[in-house]
Nanobody, 121 residues
Framework: VQLVESGGGLVQAGDSLTLSCAAS????????IGWFRQAPGKEREAIAV????????YYADSVKGRFTISRDNAKKTVYLQMNSLKPEDTAAYYC???????????????WGRGTQVTVSS
């Protein structure tokens, strides 16, 4: 599966942004999809993960209640709705595919190239 992220940009604190992760390949609905982010000098962290059907999700404490992950298998797309953005959300955001439910980047075999989100104060 190949993944392409879009939707990043420069926003102000408190704004909302929706990221999209578009997939190609025939087996998209068999993958769990995770959104990760990496800020300069920091490790890549999982912020949201969704299972194949969209019925099971994970959120990092830092985004819980503000971000929502969802997927549309017919469109082969996973979304990350980000509300109440904070300057500390500034990072490169990546989506990735995994054959099982995991919050560990090392378990993900396919990655997009990322999209930058910058939140100004």
């Amino acid at each position: 599966v190949q993944l392409v992220e879009s939707g990043g940009g420069l926003v102000q604190a408190g704004d909302s942004l929706t990221l999209s992760c578009a997939a190609s390949g025939r087996t998209f609905d068999g993958y769990r999809i995770g959104w990760f982010r990496q800020a300069p000098g920091k490790e890549r962290e999982a912020i949201a993960v969704i299972d194949q059907a969209g019925s099971n999700t994970y959120y990092a404490d830092s985004v819980k209640g503000r971000f929502t992950i969802s997927r549309d298998n017919a469109k082969k797309t996973v979304y990350l709705q980000m509300n109440s953005l904070k300057p500390e959300d500034t990072a490169a955001y990546y989506c990735a595919a995994c054959a099982y439910f995991s919050i560990h980047a090392i378990d993900y075999a396919a990655w997009g190239r990322g999209t930058q989100v910058t939140v100004s104060s």
